[in-house]
Each structure stands twice: as structure tokens, then as C-alpha cells.
């Protein structure tokens, strides 16, 4: 079976996205875009006021006294177990009965005709609790004896201890990395429709529909079978929605069945944000050997997290954060601990990068530490440490780094930048400029790409082929504006090699596809991508072997080209040949299956293979700081990014520079604030800085490593794009803090704390210049 590649829409193509037109003409449905069946009722959440509490009782009288209020729900209206937990720990109860543990935890719902009445009615809920004292950040926890909310990970290589006591030079330090929100533009939203006998239908915005449908099952009580799960889009997710979404999913089920009447639950945007769990915050302790030359013999760190009262996904997040904790670079001594800590905040969860990013920035504060006790440009440190050949190519976690292209990767952005020159020309500018200063930066990245939970490396896809020729496409996988669906149908199309407006691209529903994983890691067109490939191929088998037998020619003479199929001196249509098919009786339906193979974990011994194959990128950005107020400027990026043969190279793009404005603004403007209290105070788009499209870079280029190809047998020698350019945004906390050290003449490390506020930028410009 020989492919060509001469039709629309083919894979390695730019495509644009299959939704893109009804995003901006607003057609694009959404959950809260589906017709209400009549008698829909609305849920809305009643929470805490309180951070860490006994609670002693609810009186909901002035509740139910509401006129449209149809009940309430608490934990004991739970048919089922009252536990969302997404690791099954049994600590995330859907609501509590005797123990609050964070301010805005959900503690009943209510279920009334319209949303304005449900919420109003849950603010007159009187709620009788006892205070209990409580811990917000990971230090105070650890301070109160808090313990850890899943078992830390230990990373280890060598003997660290000596290595750094003898060692010529060495430093130790503190970094604070803060978290950040999802602020997706569709928030939490879950609609549920009774069914007969156990069966419920429910609708949700959600990146893992598999565990909705099992956690909604779980509550109530119900086999599996009982519960289907649908998700068409979402209006963006980035983890937010991997297991936060439990909750609503649940809550909307448990209504729905209990009155038997559809119920749908939405939150405002205040709620979603106190109620749902972020980036989690982490204080990275280092201590890093080093010799003259800058070249790095030792490290040992400690990362310790605000996990929130619950472990959700801390466990594995915290995980793959010293999994990353290395970025590009060659430890030749390691020993790296994370610390879960217990917190009376929300429990934090997935957000790109999954706890990689925190673990990058701790290598790139140790490349600048370096830089700075040596005096040499940054750049040259990183390239110094870069991981290179045997004896220096293994990972603290002891996999080999066997597809580095960072030397070429690197070398080629540095020359097409124009760092060298500019960096000159920053600091001949500083060293004239009193007020303004400006910084320059070339970090890289080295992104591993799997799950770490070996059985979610796996994904399955279904594909018809109707008897007119048109193709029926659904697989495991969310569409949550990344582009999965167009990547998908791509290869369908290439495949089949058919026009991409032929296939129809179908929800994602726990109907059609068992026991997906979730669309996170990276991995959706990895695995999805493979699964629909798959599940075409046996398709063109067996119309291979029906052309073969039919027309009496070789299997081989059976080529599927640009809507035709040649079978040896004949041509058909695509359409026509179907048809004869069809007639023949010949099977036009197959599920794919793909499962990643060569990876494996034993988190115990702390050592394996967990990622399949690492992605690669780097950015160049330059800043500009004002001293006498801290405020700043991106001045121009420069991005090359590794996605090995790319699938869709404009949707690549775009995920490239949307990654990196993400993190830019997580490192920068994204600051997430408690008070003593307890309470989230940036709670909304008022109080909470997303970076705004006058934030961007003002020269933003973006290139592709076209030459790349993936050296694993990946869907068409592609790389995942979703995560690994999130941190580049790296490059500008770096430039901001070469712009501080500038006023010290770039003698100590500015040692800024993340996110670099415009606050902290004027307070570690006042530091420096005191001596400090």
C-alpha cells in the first residue's frame, strides 16, 4: 500500500483549524450553548467563609423558604461515595460533613428554576462552625507540622554530599516560584439529563471524560455503563479541566437524578477561581557545586509545593517537577526531593507543563547563579552544561538523553537573534542610561513527553466509512482549541487520501470511546493521532485484500491516490469503490487502538524511561525596565521550537507564541494573592493580571525547526507542541533579571522571586543598589 500526498488538507500541510470560523462568528457550540429540555433546573454552589474549621451544622431553612428553590444538596444526598478524589485517596469529598479545609470549599448546592435564584438562595445558608488555625503556604506548613498530602519523590546519582562539601565552588539559595490560574475563557460548567433505570447523560466541559464519567458513577453509586459523557468543545482548559471538572459533572448527576429533571451548574467567575485548584506555588531550595570554568558537579534541591487540602493531581505534578528539574542540563551528582505539602487552600492541579515548568525555572536560577559567581554571559554557562555524549548524556531519574539537537538548536537562534551583538549593545546602553535599563536572555528548553502513569500512554479511535464514500471520525481525545481535531482528521485524510472536507469530525463521547486518558501531557495527537491511524489501516486492509481479490491483481498494485483508488490498469473514484465495497460486503468500520511503547516507571527505585522522547526549543527576549518604578517591557523574542515533522505548521505556530505568552505571564504580571485570612483575593479578570495583547513582544518571531525530525516512530515524525514552548517564556523573567543586576554592574544575582512584578522588579533594583 504506497501513499501519496496530493490532496487537501494532508497531513504536514497548514490546515486552518476545522472550528476557527464558528469560534469568531460565534457559532461554535458550547455545554451552555446546548437547548434546555423543558423543566431544566440550575445548581449553584454554597461555600465556606471560613479556611480551616469543625463544622458543627448548616441550617438551610432560609434557603428552602426562597420561592423557586427546589432543594439543596449535601454529603448526605450522596447515593453513592461521597469522594471525587482523581487517584482514589478518599480526601476530596464532593461535600463535607464534619471538617472545612479551605476558604470556598463547596459545601452544598442548590437547586432552584433559574441560576440567579440558586445563587442567591446559597448566600442565606447560616453555617455553624469552629475556627481551627491554619497554614497557606507550604512553609507554614511545614512550620505547623502539616504533613505531606502524597508520598515524595526522591531523584538520586552519585554521592552529592561529599561532591559538595569539597567542592571549589559552591552555592546555596532560596527561590519562591508562584502559582497561576487557568483563566480559560469558558469556565466550569457541567448539564445533566436524567435517563431511565441508572442512566444519565451529562454534558461538560472537560479534558478527561473517562474520569467524569467514572467519578459521576462513583457518587452515585452506578456501574460506568450507566453514565455517558460528552464534550464537543471547550472554550479552553490548560489542566484546569483534567479533574476539577469532577465536582460539577457530579454535582449536576446527583441533582438530575434525584429530581429527575435536567440540571445544569455554572458557576460565575469568582467561584470557579476560589473553588478550583491552580499552578502550584513552589519554594525551591538549591545548593549547587561548581568549578572555575562554570561547569556544574553537584546539585541538590528541594522542592516544596502548596498542594492544597487534598492530593487531586500533586502527586504526579510534583513529580515530573524534579523530573525537569534538570532542563537541558548534565548533573554529574544529583539528589532532588519534592515535599507535597498539605495547605488550607484549594487543592492545586494540572496546568501546562504539569509541574514541569517549576522544575525548569530552578535550573535556569542555577545556570544564572553560575553566570553571575563567575562573571560570564549566561549563554555560555548553559552551553557549558548542555547535555552532550556518553558520560554525560544521563538523567537524574537515569534515562539516556539520546536525541539531543539543543547544540544545533541553540547555535542557530543565537546567530539568527543576533545575541552576541545585541547583548554588547545592552550593555554599552545601561552603562549610559540612568533610569532605563535593558536585559537579554537565550534560555532552552528539554521537555520530556509521556505520561508518567504508564497506563494513560494509550488511546483509542473509532472511524467509519459510510457506503457514499463520506468518513466518520471520533476518537479519545478533547478539542479544547489546540487544534487535535483538524491534526487528527489530517491523517485520516492522508491516510485515505481524501480531502480533509470529506471526514466529520464527532464529540468526544464515553459512548464510542472506552477508557480514554486525559487530553494533557502533551499527548493528544501523539496518541490520538496513532490510535485513528490505526484504525484506518485495518480499514485499507481489507480493502486492499477485496480490490486484490475482485480485480485479480497484486495487493501491492492497490493505491489510494487523491480521491481515487488505482487498482493496477483501473481507476475508481473513491466514492464508486466504497460503493463496490459496501456491496461486497466488506467491512468499513474499525476502533484503533495505540498504546506508547518503550516507556516505563519505577517510581520506588526512582528510575526508568517515563518519556517516550524529549522536545526541544529556545527563545531569545530582550527587555526594557524603568528603575524608578520597576515597570517593563518586552522588547522583542525570538523563538525556534522543535516539533519534528510538524503536522500543521501554522496550528504549531500558534501554539508556540499562545505557550509562550502563557508563561510570560505566569513569570511576570500573574500573581496569585491569600490573605491572612485565607481568602483568595485575586479572584477575577479585576484583581488578577493575564497579559493583555499590548504585553506581547514588540518584534515576536517565531520560526519552527523545520530540519527536525522525531526519531521515535511518532504519528508521522512529529513532536508534541502543546507544552514544551510554555517555557520559553522563561527568556524574559532571565532578560528582567539581567536588567536588575545591571544597576550592580552585574555582579550579584537579582534572585528574583516569581512572578517579577513590576513591585519586585523596583524592590530588587533598591536591593541591589543598597549593596544588598
Known amino acids: 500500500m504506497k501513499d501519496t500526498v496530493l490532496i487537501a488538507g494532508a497531513a504536514h500541510t497548514d490546515r486552518i483549524h476545522d472550528s476557527a470560523t464558528k469560534h469568531v462568528t460565534g457559532r461554535a457550540d458550547y455545554t451552555d450553548d446546548i437547548a434546555m429540555p423543558e423543566g431544566t433546573l440550575h445548581a449553584y454552589l454554597g461555600v465556606s467563609e471560613v479556611a480551616h474549621a469543625t463544622l458543627r451544622g448548616i441550617d438551610y431553612t432560609d434557603v428552602l423558604a426562597t420561592p423557586g428553590v427546589i432543594g439543596v444538596l449535601t454529603a448526605g444526598d450522596v447515593p453513592g461515595v461521597n469522594d471525587i478524589s482523581p487517584t482514589g485517596r478518599n480526601d476530596e469529598p464532593v461535600f463535607p460533613t464534619d471538617l472545612i479545609q479551605f476558604h470556598g470549599q463547596p459545601l452544598f448546592a442548590v437547586v432552584a428554576e433559574t441560576r440567579d435564584i440558586a445563587r442567591r438562595a446559597a448566600q442565606k445558608a447560616k453555617i455553624d462552625c469552629e475556627a481551627l488555625p491554619h497554614a497557606l503556604d507550604p512553609i507554614a506548613a511545614q512550620a505547623a507540622g502539616y504533613g505531606h498530602v502524597t508520598a515524595p519523590l526522591r531523584l538520586e546519582r552519585g554521592y552529592v554530599g561529599p561532591a559538595l562539601e569539597t567542592a571549589p565552588n559552591r552555592i ?244 539568527t537573534a543576533a545575541y552576541r551583538q545585541r ?71 492522508e491516510a485515505f487520501q481524501v480531502d480533509f472536507d470529506r471526514i466529520k469530525i464527532t464529540k468526544t463521547t464515553t459512548e464510542k470511546v472506552p477508557n480514554t486518558s486525559a487530553t494533557a501531557a502533551s499527548s493528544g495527537t501523539d496518541l490520538n493521532g496513532m490510535a485513528a491511524l490505526n484504525a484506518v489501516e485495518q480499514i485499507k486492509a481489507r480493502l486492499v485484500a477485496f480490490a486484490a481479490e475482485t480485480w485479480n491483481v497484486d495487493p501491492a498494485e492497490v493505491v489510494f491516490h487523491a480521491n481515487e483508488v488505482h487498482i493496477g490498469a483501473e481507476t475508481l473514484g473513491f466514492d464508486a469503490f466504497i460503493r463496490q465495497a459496501y456491496l461486497a460486503r466488506v467491512q468499513l468500520s474499525a476502533a484503533g487502538f495505540y498504546k506508547t511503547p518503550k516507556i516505563h516507571w519505577d517510581r520506588d527505585k526512582g528510575q526508568g524511561r517515563p518519556f517516550y522522547y524529549y522536545a526541544y526549543g529556545a527563545a531569545c527576549s530582550e527587555v526594557t525596565i524603568d528603575t524608578l518604578t520597576g515597570e517593563y517591557r518586552v522588547d522583542r523574542t525570538d523563538i525556534l521550537h522543535d516539533v519534528g515533522r510538524s503536522l500543521n505548521p501554522v496550528l504549531d505556530k500558534g501554539q508556540v507564541e499562545g505557550a509562550f505568552i502563557q508563561g510570560m505571564g505566569w513569570l511576570t504580571t500573574e500573581e496569585l494573592w491569600w490573605d491572612e485570612a485565607g481568602r483568595l483575593r485575586t479572584h477575577a479578570p479585576s484583581t488578577y493580571k493575564i497579559p493583555l495583547a499590548s504585553d506581547r513582544p514588540r518584534a515576536f518571531n517565531v520560526r519552527l525547526a523545520d530540519w527536525s525530525e522525531n526519531r521515535e516512530l511518532t504519528i508521522k515524525r512529529s513532536k508534541a507542541v502543546g507544552e514544551p514552548p510554555f517555557m520559553l517564556g522563561i527568556s524574559v523573567f532571565e532578560a528582567l533579571s539581567m536588567a536588575v543586576a545591571s544597576v550592580a554592574d552585574y555582579r550579584t544575582c537579582p534572585r528574583l522571586d516569581a512572578p517579577a512584578t513590576p513591585e519586585r522588579v523596583l524592590m530588587a533594583v533598591a536591593r541591589l543598589r543598597a549593596g544588598g
Open 172 to 415: 546555596q539559595g532560596r527561590m519562591t516560584v508562584g502559582g497561576q490560574d487557568h483563566m480559560y475563557l469558558e469556565g466550569q460548567i457541567a448539564f445533566a439529563i436524567p435517563g431511565e433505570d441508572d442512566d444519565v447523560v451529562v454534558h461538560c466541559s472537560t479534558q478527561h471524560p473517562s474520569e467524569a464519567q467514572h467519578m459521576v458513577a462513583h457518587v452515585l453509586g452506578v456501574p460506568s455503563n450507566a453514565v455517558v459523557v460528552n464534550v464537543r468543545r471547550m472554550g479552553g482548559g490548560f489542566g484546569g479541566k483534567e479533574s476539577q471538572m469532577n465536582l460539577f459533572a457530579a454535582v449536576a448527576a446527583m441533582a438530575a437524578k434525584k429530581w429527575n429533571r435536567a440540571v445544569k451548574i455554572r458557576p460565575d467567575r469568582d467561584q470557579d477561581m476560589t473553588a478550583t485548584g491552580k499552578r502550584h506555588d513552589f519554594v525551591i531550595d538549591y545548593d549547587v557545586a561548581f568549578d572555575a570554568a562554570g561547569r556544574i558537579q553537584a546539585v541538590d534541591g528541594s522542592f516544596a509545593a502548596r498542594c492544597g487540602y487534598s492530593a487531586d493531581l500533586s502527586g504526579p505534578v510534583t513529580d515530573r517537577a524534579l523530573f525537569h528539574a534538570d532542563n537541558a542540563y548534565f548533573y554529574p551528582k544529583v539528589r532532588l526531593i519534592s515535599h507535597p505539602m498539605k495547605t488550607n487552600t484549594v487543592s492545586n492541579t494540572a496546568f501546562r507543563g504539569f509541574g514541569g515548568p517549576q522544575g525548569v525555572i530552578a535550573a535556569e536560577r542555577i545556570i544564572e547563579e553560575i553566570a553571575y559567581a563567575t562573571g560570564q554571559d549566561p549563554l555560555d554557562v548553559r552551553k557549558t552544561n548542555f547535555y552532550g555524549g556518553p558520560g554525560r548524556n544521563l538523567t537524574p531519574y537515569h534515562q539516556e538523553v539520546k536525541d539531543n539537537i539543543l547544540d544545533r538548536l541553540v547555535t542557530e537562534l543565537e546567530e
Open 423 to 493: 547583548r554588547a549593545d545592552i550593555i554599552a546602553f545601561n552603562a549610559g542610561s540612568p533610569v532605563l535599563r535593558k536585559g537579554i536572555a537565550l534560555t532552552p528548553v528539554k521537555f520530556g513527553i509521556s505520561f508518567t502513569a504508564t497506563w494513560y500512554n494509550q488511546a483509542g479511535a473509532l472511524v467509519h466509512v459510510y457506503n457514499d464514500g463520506s468518513i466518520h471520525l471520533n476518537h479519545g481525545g478533547t478539542e479544547m482549541g489546540q487544534g487535535l481535531n483538524t491534526k487528527v482528521a489530517q491523517v485520516v485524510a
